[in-house]
Structure formats: structure tokens, C-alpha cells
């Protein structure tokens, strides 16, 4: 039976989203290819991620169970998967594009013979994957030419998950057969780095301030939009050197460089020793009263205004988007 | 211990990169080229191991006759002997044709341990590794900051996403993709770049390591991104750019 | 009358005896002398060549040996008053030369300078003139050598105390002969205490900074050329300063010859913001380092006597070097150290590597992706250089990426466009590779020059000119090792020639103008971009300028390192600038500038503004003028 195999992965904060966008990438190439979805996950057939269904539901679902699975490892899903896919025979088999996938899929798909088109960004008729090359400067259109099955992953957000139906679906257990021995690699729990250092350089989101906030008492106003956005404070040189934060905060050349996904600039004009230790951020956000303010060169987003305004403002938006 | 670190040679991430008129690639006659920067930290990380533990660091690589100025650079910083894969044929491979090539190269040389970067700063694909590690049937993992040797074999410290780390024991050999940012690289010298002439440079042709299979995935088309990165400013009273931008913060560039 | 013809009384015999002992004890003062001066002369000798030095030029030798030796320019200009007093005793010891000579032929009743007959009592006077000059002179110095104890002498040795009595002693035994009238006795004990002087001296020489007597003209001659010149690295092993075989002729003769007199650590911005770098104890360190080890070891030279951190804390400034009076070349020789370090990759730095590696493979020294600098260009519609415009406006990494830069090169660009000069910049542009020169980089720095130079070559570019006086400097001296750099000029330069052609303004407004290192000492410009500030105002001095300009701290790659141990040598200098009162702090390069932004964003009091000299004067432009 031919069909297309969406695939789900237990995430740590329980999430079903990326599951859902895969579902609607996988709904999209059913339109385009007439084939049927069908979904599988490694786990309990009662756990979450086989019921927080959105749009219309997959004909089947596969739950994969094996003791030897309970933790993640590349042999043991390589082999779990591999087994699946000999049984299912589908067309496409689709992943959303985590670091779990980007682990295992490529050797999964190698013992095929096929080659995962991963970090998918778009699906269009042919059908064609689109995915970016050159760090997004290129778009590039891919397309599959051999008769095995072909391997997937879509990129986070690349695709809207559709509205939750309340759908089921009939879902059976797969049992693979691994053996202890297969599995070569040990992994530990998870851990997170212990908070004791300021490490700056592996932020997500930084709250960077300069001179802007005046004094020392104004301090409070970005601890807020910090606190708020789960992000490290940060500041410019001169606010390190007044002591107002501990100089291994101090973002620009003679301090950190950093290249966190969010970067808010608060009241910061944009000197170049600051700027060369935070342009490869992915985002970066100014918030300044002066408009020819260098800062607003480099940033995507810019609010021209009073920081003292604005920045409680910003604190609340952001508390209330929660 | 005897690694071996597969390197790329990339455009320079400063180029100007502009579509070649068929559509289908890249005019490379005007690039600037470089080691791609994930390879230089699996290099970096192999030539600490080998002044910890001793042995020997073989860098391979795969490209047409520019790629020898990358391969010099890796000798330079300290790498003992080099094999070229001559290919001016690698844009119509596939991920998995140029692990085939990669690995008949690798494979003779019987080694403890293979890095090579998670991804290429060019193509994207960070499969390579992982397929190179199936077609020599070794254990391997991906996204490594740090590696430690250990009686049993080795262990790595893998990055996981939102800032989660885990730490994975597994036997050698073995086959690593390295992360950026775990070490700090090194910087070439004059006396690098001197030595390194003296050092061994095998170039094997690609078609002497046997003709693969047919790719499977091939590359259609490529076009330039519609966006244009520029500055979008959010006016309004305060209370309405702080919202709006919230808002553009979460669906357009997700960060939120 | 006879007072007028009283002249030196010498011993007219010498009996058997002081025939006898005279020799001898000449000899085993001589002896004294070689057995010291001997293995430091071979130290000298032994060490290697010199890459690219030539002797030619000799007339700027001769003049230079003249006007640093012969008049002692320097040792009074910089410090006049300890100038003056050891100038006489030097001019002393010259006068001197034919008064020892026949003192000490006398005794075997050669003497050739008759007291009694004309020529031979003027040239006593004569002599005596400067005897006199040189016992007040030598008091004066052991008055301050003493007494006053400036820090930058250092500790206190009983070798100059001795030397100077020997001195002090040498010229009242010649001036008393002119009082003697006693018995023969008094007179022969008069000349023999002279001599004594005279042999207790010699052989204390080589054991002392007095070395500087015999070394110092050798040093002044032999210098590399001109100022801060680094030299070229000579074959395949040369990788710069590393160990003893390493050391030249220069570098060695240098390190005998300084006289510790520390003008250098006086105006050492490094030195004098609580760093460990002193330049002095550099020198000095290379001279432990070749007693201790010689010219031929492969002992590192960074370690016992000199360390690292130290050499990489030099801005490049050249106030050391050019304040020398014994023409040692400090530049050259903490480059040298730094090439030594970073060649061999013994230099680790989070900072160096990351300024090494963002050059290794991109255009600039700020790690900035270059479509940022075609975005400048593009957006401001400046032309690009094609051939056919008169100046090719180099913009450098500062130019191009730095905010405050990119307002330099707009401002000088809208005066050249009202005084209808064209020009145009080019499409793709490398840094000079300033940073990397200094600090030792020299893969890096050849990578650059070359390229740069390629693309000199294919633009057929003819007339460069910058905002910033690191890229005039190296494009003009440090590229020409890789080939021949087209005509460079400074913007300063550019503006004064043309001043008479821009308007100037009536509101006098009070400036202070910094001399960038890299201009003044380096390029020897001082009125130009005065004259081009003057057109905005009136311009006041601040009490270090021209030559003696203390750094604003970015030099020698230091801009890219790093906080600094101790005081930072920007907010030293700014501190000093807006301590004149003036209304405006006038730059002409964009590395000051951008170090007394950040310095004075650090201060609390009403601050001056900063502004490039090509602001100043792109402000009283008629308005039209703009685009």
C-alpha cells in the first residue's frame, strides 16, 4: 500500500505543534499526489501525541514500542524505522526537521539508498521540495527520481497547522525486533548547563541596554522585558563600566560576541565596537528616540521612541502574548 | 589515536552569490572560496585529541583543483597528511554519492575516529557525516561540542535543542559531526603555511573509487529569496508598536 | 699680565718609575675595558644580519649622526635642561680627545700640545671651557641622579655615582693644572691623578649604561633608515623574534647601547596607564637575554626576560622610539617579538584570533559581511573608481563598516565634490592590513597586501587618497614589500592643499587638535591638519602635541584586544583633551575617533563634541553642496 507516513516525535515540552505542521505538509502532498496519510510515533498508542489531531485525521497511525527505544538513540530508530518502512511501503515519509531527525533520518533514508531532502520549506507541484541553501540566500527546488521510498523532513514553521478537529484515528502497535547489541551508543539524561556562569554567547534571546537608560535606577524597566522574555540581560560598554551590570554582560569587541535568535537594542546608538559583537544575531530589534540612530541600519525591527514608554509597553505585550 | 577529518571547501560566506543563467547552480567564476566553518571546528577538535592522546590527523576532501588551497590551510594549521578526492563532478551528486566517494577513501585508511562538521555553510544538507557513518557501519552522532576519550571509547557532549546538552558514551571507532562554537579555532601562521609544503598531499581521482548508483535527489531549480532583509519601523503610540512588533515577532519572525 | 699667560702647567720630566708604571697600568685598564667590551662586541658581531638594510642613503646618515650625536638634538630637546648638562660633558669628551692624547704621550715625552707655544695654550682654553662646562654639567646630573630621582631612571647604581666623581674628577685635575704653582711634586701628583681618573674610568664603561659612549654614535649611524621601519623577513626559518638566533646586528648593538635614561617609559602610554609594558625594560631585557644566552640560542626571547603579555600591550604609538637619544628602535623590536609569537602560533588570544581568523577569510578587520560596505556605497551614491577619476577614495574597514567612519568619508567626499575633484572608491576593497602587521600576522598581512595590490594594479589606480592614517601608512610603507603601492595621501594633506579654496568661518570656536599617531610621528604631518581645523575655528594646543602626542590607544592592533590592564590610555588622553577647555576635539583618524566616542561617552561632564578634521571642515560648505 502506497501512502504518505508522517512522522511524530515526543517532545520534551509535550508540544504537538511541529507534529501538526508536518501533518500539514504531509496534507499538502497527499492533494498534490492523491496518496493517503498515514502516521507514526515512537511510543504509547494512548500518549498525546496520537490525539492532538488537527484537520482531518490520518487513515492509521503506528505506534513503534520496544524497551530498547525508551531512550533516543540512531541505531535503535534507524532500526525501528527500517523496519516500519519495509512493512508500510510508503511513497513519501515525512519528519518534521528536528535535531533528533537531522540524527538519524540521513542514515535511515542511506540504508534505502535514498537521500533525505531535509529542512523543507515549501512542497509544490511536481511534486517539488523547496528547501535554502547558501543560509537562505538561494531558494532551491528539489525533486525526487527514484522508485524507493522518499525521505522528508520540514523545516519548524514552514508550514500553518490546521485548525484542531477532535479527530481519531485507528492506531496499531509496531513491535521491531532489536537486539541490545545493536544499540552501540549510551546516551545520559538531558541536562541544561548549570545558570552559575554568564554565557552569553549561547543565549536565545538577549535584552541588550545602553546609554540610553540614563541612571542606574532605570535599571528595574529592562530587568522587567527580560524577565519577561526569558532573556539574558546584556549591555553596551559604558553601563559595564559604570558597574550598573558585571562586565562579563558586556556585549561588542572589547566584551562578548553573541549571536543569540532575539536581540533587543535598547537605547543603544549603534557604535561600531557594539555592532561587530552582535550582527549575526538572527533578529535583531531597536528600540531608540533617535531615528538616524545607526542601530536602526541593522535591525529588523525598529521603534522610534522613548525608551522609558516604550519598554514597559513592550514588557506588557509581551506578557500578555503568553 | 588516528582521525580522519573530512573538510569542504565553500564559497566564502561574503560572496556575492548570484544564479548562473541555466538556473540550476551558482556562477562560481567570481567567488571567494574558504573551509566551511563546521569542518574547521571538527578539524580544530581532531588536532586537540591528537595533542592530548598522540597519533595521527588525515584531512580528506572533495572537489575540483581549488579545493588544494583548502586542504593546504588545514595542513598549515596542523593536520599531518591530506588525501584530494579529485571530482569536478560534485554538484551532481547527491548526499549519499558523496559519501560514497568520501568513505572508499576513508575506509583503507582503517581509522579510530572520523569528524567532520554538522553542515556545510553552502548546500545545508548536514547529512554527510551521518551517511558517511553507514556506509562504514560505524556508531555515530551528531551536533558534538566536545569530545573526551575515555577507556571505553569516547564521551561526547551533543547539543540538544533550547539549550539542552547530553552526554553520550559510545565505543571507537566511530564517526562524529561536529557543532560550531565548542572550541576555539586556531589561526594559520607563517610557519604553519611553511611546514605544510612539506607535507603529504595524496590526489586520488573520483572515478579511480568506483562509479556509484544513479543520484536519487536531484536539484531542479534555484531562484533568489523574494524578502530582502531591511528595516521595518513600527509606529503608533507606544502601547500599538510594542504590540505590533510582539506580533511580527511571533509569526513573521518567530522568535517568540 | 702673567695672569694672562698662565697656562697648564704639565710635568716637564717623567722619571723611570712613572715611564714604567704608566704603561703598566694603561695596559691593565685597557685590559679591563676589552675584557668586558670583548664578548659584547662579539654578541654584536655574531648575530645575524640584518634583512634589507642598506647604508645608502649616506648623506641622511651623516646628517642624522650630525644633528643626534654631533649636536645632541634630541637628548635636548626632549629634556633641555638635562639635555644642556649632558651635552657639555659630551662636548667635553670631544674637546677632550686631544687633551688625553697628549697627556698620556707626555709621559714618554711625545707630547704634542705645547702649553707654552699659541696653538697649544688656546687649545687648552679651549678645552678648559668645556672642563668647566662639564664639572657643572655633571654635578647638575649627579644632583638629579641623587637628589631628585625621576622614576624613569630607575633604581639607583653605584656605577653612576662613580662615573660621575670620575668625571667630576677628571675635569678639576685638568682645571686645577691651570693653578698650580707648587713644588714639581704637586705637579706631577696632579697629572697622576688626572691619569688615574682617566684608567679608572675606561675599564668601568663596559660594565655600565656608559656604554652608550662608545655604542651609542654606532647606533645612531646604523639605523635602520626610518622611523618604525619593519624590516623583511629573510628566508624560509625567519619567522620574526623568537629566540637569540634571531637576533640582528641592530637589535643587538641597540640593546648595549641604551643608557636607561627612560625617556621611553616617560612617554609610553602603555607604561604610563599602569601597564606591564615597559619599553625600557624590553631593551634591556634583550641585552640580559644575549649575556645570559648569546646571539645563536634557541632559548625563547619571550620568557626570563621579557614577557608576552608586555609586547602585546604596545600601541605601536612610536613615542619611545622617537624620543631615543641613542637611536634604538623600539617599534621594530616589539614587532618583532609579536611575529615571533604569532608566526609560530605561540600567541593564544581570544581577541587576536578572532581579528586572525575573520581575516584569514573575509575583507575586514570587524568580521563585517562586506555587502554591509556596498550598502554604504550604494545607498550614498558613491561613485566607483573606474580609472578615469583622479582619486581613488580609500575607505578602509573603518570607512566602510564603522558608523562614525562612514561620516568621515561622507563629509571629506562632499568637500571633494564642491572643490570638483573626482574620484571614486573602489568595488571591492581589503584591509591594509594595519592591525595584523603590527601584531605580528605576517601570513595574513602578505595574503592582504597582495590582494590589495592585485587590485590596485587592475583598476590602474594612480592616487590614493584616506581618512585614515594606518592605511596611508601601510599601503605607502608596509605593502611595498609585496610590490609597489601606487601615491597615497592622508585627507589632511589633501584638505590643507586646497584650504585656500574652502570657506572658513568667522565664529571662532575653540579646537583641539589630536595628532594621530600614525600621522604625526609616523608621517612627520603636523601644520596640515591644523590648517585644515583653523578653517572652523581657533585651534588650541593640548600640553602633549605634535611629536610628543600621547596615543588615544587603538594602535598596533590594540583597538581589536580587548579591555586593558590598568587605566585605559583613551580616557587618559581625553581627559587631557578636554582638559584645554576647547569646545570641539579635532581627529584626523578614525581608530582616535572612535576611542574618544567611547571615552568620552564615559565621562559626566559636559563633554566637547568630536569631529574629524573633514567634518569641521564640510560644515561651513554652502549648503547646496550637499550630494
Redesign the interface.
Same mark, same amino acid.
Given at each position: 500500500m502506497s501512502s504518505i507516513l508522517v512522522v511524530q516525535e515526543a517532545r520534551r515540552d509535550g508540544s504537538a505543534r511541529i507534529f501538526q505542521e508536518t501533518l500539514a505538509a504531509g496534507r499538502k502532498l497527499a492533494a498534490l499526489t492523491g496518496l493517503p496519510l498515514e502516521a507514526a510515533a515512537v511510543g504509547d498508542p494512548n500518549a498525546n501525541i496520537f490525539r492532538e489531531i488537527t484537520g482531518a485525521p490520518p487513515s492509521a497511525g503506528h505506534a513503534i514500542r520496544h524497551p530498547l527505544l525508551a531512550a533516543y538513540t540512531a541505531d535503535g530508530y534507524v532500526l525501528a524505522f527500517e523496519q516500519l518502512i519495509r512493512q508500510l511501503e510508503p511513497r513519501y515519509v515525512l519528519f518534521p526537521h528536528t535535531y533528533q531527525a537531522r540524527d538519524f533520518v540521513p542514515r535511515l533514508a542511506a540504508r534505502f539508498g535514498q537521500v533525505l531532502i531535509g529542512d523543507v520549506t515549501a512542497i509544490e507541484t511536481g511534486p517539488t521540495f523547496e528547501r535554502q541553501l547558501f543560509q537562505g540566500r538561494i531558494n532551491a527546488a528539489y525533486r525526487h527520481t527514484s522508485d524507493g521510498p522518499c525521505f522528508v523532513s520540514i523545516q519548524n514553521g514552514a508550514f500553518r497547522a490546521d485548525e484542531p478537529s477532535g479527530g481519531t484515528m485507528p492506531i496499531s502497535e509496531f513491535l521491531p525486533a532489536i537486539e541490545p547489541a545493536q544499540i552501540r551508543i549510551q546516551p545520559s539524561d538531558p541536562f541544561r548547563e548549570s545558570a552559575q556562569t554568564v554565557d552569553l554567547g549561547s543565549a536565545q534571546r538577549i535584552v541588550c541596554v545602553g546609554?540610553g537608560i540614563k541612571t542606574a535606577d532605570n535599571m528595574p524597566l529592562v530587568e522587567a522585558l527580560a524577565g519577561a522574555l526569558d532573556a539574558e540581560l546584556a549591555a553596551s560598554?559604558?553601563i559595564c563600566?559604570?558597574g550598573w551590570l558585571p &562586565?562579563e554582560r558586556q556585549v561588542g569587541?572589547?566584551?562578548q560576541?553573541v549571536a543569540p535568535k532575539l536581540y533587543l537594542a535598547i537605547g543603544i546608538?549603534?557604535?561600531?565596537?557594539h555592532?561587530?559583537g552582535m550582527?549575526g544575531s538572527q533578529c535583531i530589534v531597536a528600540v531608540n528616540k533617535d531615528a538616524d540612530a545607526?542601530i536602526f541600519?541593522v535591525a529588523n525591527y525598529g521603534i522610534v521612541g522613548d525608551l522609558f514608554e516604550v519598554v514597559p509597553a513592550l514588557t506588557e505585550a509581551v506578557k500578555a502574548a503568553k | 589515536m588516528k582521525i580522519v577529518v573530512a573538510i569542504k571547501q565553500v564559497p566564502?560566506?561574503?560572496a556575492?552569490i548570484r544564479i548562473a543563467s541555466a538556473g540550476k547552480w551558482i556562477e562560481e567564476a567570481d567567488l571567494q572560496w574558504?573551509m566551511n566553518e563546521p569542518d574547521a571546528y571538527a578539524l580544530e577538535e581532531a588536532l586537540q585529541l591528537k595533542e592530548k592522546h598522540g597519533g595521527e590527523v588525515v584531512v580528506v576532501s572533495a572537489g575540483p583543483e581549488r579545493v588544494a588551497t583548502t586542504i593546504r590551510e588545514a595542513l598549515a594549521k596542523g593536520a599531518d597528511r591530506a588525501i584530494h578526492i579529485v571530482a569536478d563532478d560534485l554538484g551532481s551528486r547527491d548526499a549519499l554519492g558523496v559519501a560514497r566517494l568520501l568513505a572508499a577513501a576513508i575506509q583503507p585508511e582503517n581509522p579510530d575516529l572520523v569528524l567532520t562538521g554538522l553542515q556545510s555553510e553552502d548546500m545545508g544538507l548536514g547529512q554527510t557525516g551521518v551517511i558517511l557513518a553507514e556506509l562504514l557501519r560505524l556508531p555515530h552522532s551528531t551536533l558534538i561540542l566536545h569530545v573526551e576519550k575515555t577507556d571505553a571509547g569516547l564521551r561526547v557532549k551533543r547539543e540538544l535543542e533550547e539549550g539542552w546538552f547530553q552526554s553520550i558514551e559510545m565505543p571507537l571507532p566511530a564517526v562524529l559531526t561536529m557543532q560550531s562554537g565548542g572550541n576555539? =579555532?586556531?589561526?594559520?601562521? =607563517? &610557519?604553519?603555511?611553511?611546514r605544510a609544503k612539506t607535507k603529504e598531499l595524496r590526489a586520488v581521482n573520483a572515478a579511480e573509487l568506483g562509479a556509484g548508483p544513479a543520484p536519487v535527489v536531484v536539484l531542479e531549480q534555484i531562484t533568489l529569496p523574494k524578502k530582502q532583509k531591511s528595516t521595518q519601523i513600527l509606529s503608533g503610540s507606544p502601547k500599538e508598536a510594542a504590540t505590533a512588533l510582539v506580533e511580527k515577532l511571533k509569526t513573521e519572525a518567530r522568535v517568540l | 699680565m702673567n695672569d694672562l699667560l698662565r697656562t697648564l702647567v704639565e710635568p716637564r720630566h717623567f722619571a723611570l718609575w712613572e715611564r714604567l708604571l704608566f704603561p703598566a697600568l694603561a695596559a691593565a685598564s685597557i685590559y679591563g675595558f676589552y675584557w668586558r667590551f670583548a664578548p659584547i662586541l662579539r654578541n654584536i658581531q655574531r648575530a645575524k644580519k640584518d634583512p634589507g638594510f642598506h647604508l645608502f642613503p649616506i648623506v641622511k646618515r651623516v646628517g642624522d649622526f650630525v644633528w643626534e650625536v654631533a649636536l645632541q638634538s634630541k637628548v635636548i630637546r626632549q629634556r633641555p635642561l638635562a639635555g644642556i648638562a649632558h651635552a657639555s660633558v659630551f662636548w667635553a669628551f670631544c674637546a677632550f680627545a686631544l687633551v688625553t692624547l697628549n697627556h698620556c704621550a707626555a709621559v714618554f715625552g711625545l707630547g704634542f700640545l705645547d702649553p707654552a707655544d699659541r696653538v697649544g695654550r688656546y687649545y687648552f682654553y679651549f678645552a678648559a671651557v668645556f672642563a668647566l662646562a662639564c664639572a657643572v654639567g655633571i654635578l647638575g646630573l649627579f644632583v638629579r641622579r641623587f637628589l631628585v630621582q625621576p622614576k624613569w631612571l630607575g633604581e639607583l647604581s653605584w656605577g653612576s655615582g662613580v662615573v660621575a666623581l670620575l668625571i667630576f674628577a677628571l675635569m678639576v685635575t685638568y682645571l686645577a693644572a691651570f693653578f698650580v704653582t707648587g713644588p714639581a711634586a704637586a705637579v706631577h701628583a696632579l697629572w697622576w691623578a688626572h691619569t688615574l681618573a682617566l684608567l679608572a674610568f675606561l675599564p668601568i664603561i663596559p660594565h655600565t649604561k656608559h656604554l652608550h659612549l662608545v655604542l651609542g654614535p654606532f647606533t645612531v649611524f646604523f639605523s635602520r633608515g626610518s622611523f618604525a621601519q619593519i624590516p623583511p623577513?629573510a628566508g624560509? *626559518?625567519d619567522?620574526g623574534m623568537v629566540a637569540g638566533k634571531d637576533l640582528t646586528r641592530i637589535v643587538s648593538l641597540q640593546a648595549y647601547s641604551c643608557v636607561e635614561c627612560g625617556r621611553c617609559m616617560e612617554h609610553c602610554p602603555a607604561n604610563n596607564t599602569g601597564k606591564e609594558l615597559n619599553p625600557k625594560e624590553i631593551v634591556l631585557g634583550l641585552r640580559g637575554y644575549l649575556n645570559e644566552f648569546g646571539p645563536a640560542s634557541e632559548e625563547p626571547l619571550l620568557g626570563k626576560y621579557a614577557s608576552q603579555q608586555a609586547v602585546f600591550q604596545c600601541t605601536t604609538c612610536g613615542a619611545c622610539e622617537f624620543q631615543c637619544p641613542v637611536g634604538i628602535e623600539h617599534v621594530p623590536i616589539m614587532v618583532g617579538l609579536r611575529r615571533g609569537a604569532?608566526?609560530?602560533?605561540a600567541w593564544e588570544d581570544?581577541?587576536?584570533?578572532?581579528l586572525?581568523?575573520a581575516l584569514?577569510?573575509?575583507?575586514n578587520a570587524?568580521? &563585517?559581511?562586506?555587502?554591509e560596505r556596498?550598502k554604504f556605497i550604494e545607498k550614498n551614491v558613491l561613485p566607483i573608481f573606474d580609472g578615469t577619476q583622479e582619486y581613488c577614495l580609500w575607505l578602509g574597514c &573603518?570607512g566602510a563598516?564603522?558608523?562614525?567612519?562612514r561620516e568621515i568619508v561622507l563629509a571629506f567626499a562632499r568637500v571633494m565634490r564642491y572643490l570638483g575633484i573626482t574620484f571614486g572608491v573602489l568595488r571591492k576593497e581589503k584591509c591594509t592590513g594595519d592591525a595584523v602587521r603590527r601584531l605580528g600576522?605576517? =601570513?595574513?598581512f602578505q595574503q592582504l597586501a597582495e590582494a590589495n595590490l592585485e587590485t590596485m594594479a587592475q583598476n590602474k589606480v594612480k592616487k590614493i587618497v584616506s581618512i585614515c592614517p594606518h592605511c596611508v601608512r601601510t599601503i605607502q610603507e608596509d605593502w611595498k614589500e609585496y610590490g609597489a603601492p601606487p601615491e597615497v595621501e592622508h585627507h589632511s594633506e589633501f584638505l590643507a592643499r586646497f584650504a585656500s579654496r574652502l570657506p572658513s568661518v568667522q565664529d571662532r570656536k575653540k579646537i583641539v587638535f589630536h595628532d594621530p599617531c600614525y600621522l604625526g610621528r609616523y608621517r612627520n604631518v603636523y601644520d596640515e591638519p591644523r590648517k585644515a581645523a583653523a578653517l572652523a575655528g581657533s585651534l588650541v594646543e593640548a600640553p602633549r602635541s605634535r611629536e610628543r602626542s600621547f596615543c588615544c590607544g587603538a594602535g598596533g592592533g590594540l583597538?581589536?584586544l580587548? *579591555?586593558e590592564q590598568g587605566e585605559r590610555v583613551s580616557h587618559v588622553r581625553t581627559a587631557e583633551l578636554t582638559a584645554t577647555g576647547a569646545s570641539v576635539i579635532a581627529a584626523a583618524c578614525p581608530f582616535c575617533n572612535?576611542m574618544f566616542?567611547?571615552a568620552l561617552?564615559?565621562r559626566d561632564d559636559a563633554t566637547p563634541e568630536l569631529l574629524d578634521i573633514a567634518q569641521l571642515v564640510a560644515q561651513e560648505l554652502p549648503r547646496e553642496s550637499a550630494n
Open positions: 546609554r560598554r559604558p563600566d559604570n &562586565m569587541s572589547s566584551g560576541t546608538s549603534g557604535a561600531i565596537q555592532l561587530v550582527k545607526p541600519e | 566564502d560566506r561574503d556575492p574558504a576555539k =579555532l586556531r589561526y594559520a601562521t =607563517l &610557519m604553519g603555511i611553511k | 623577513l624560509d *626559518e619567522f604569532v608566526n609560530t602560533g581570544d581577541y587576536g584570533s578572532k586572525f581568523l584569514e577569510k573575509g575583507s570587524l568580521g &563585517m559581511s562586506a555587502t556596498d &573603518m563598516y564603522d558608523p562614525q567612519g600576522n605576517d =601570513l595574513v583597538a581589536f580587548g *579591555e572612535t566616542r567611547d561617552a564615559a
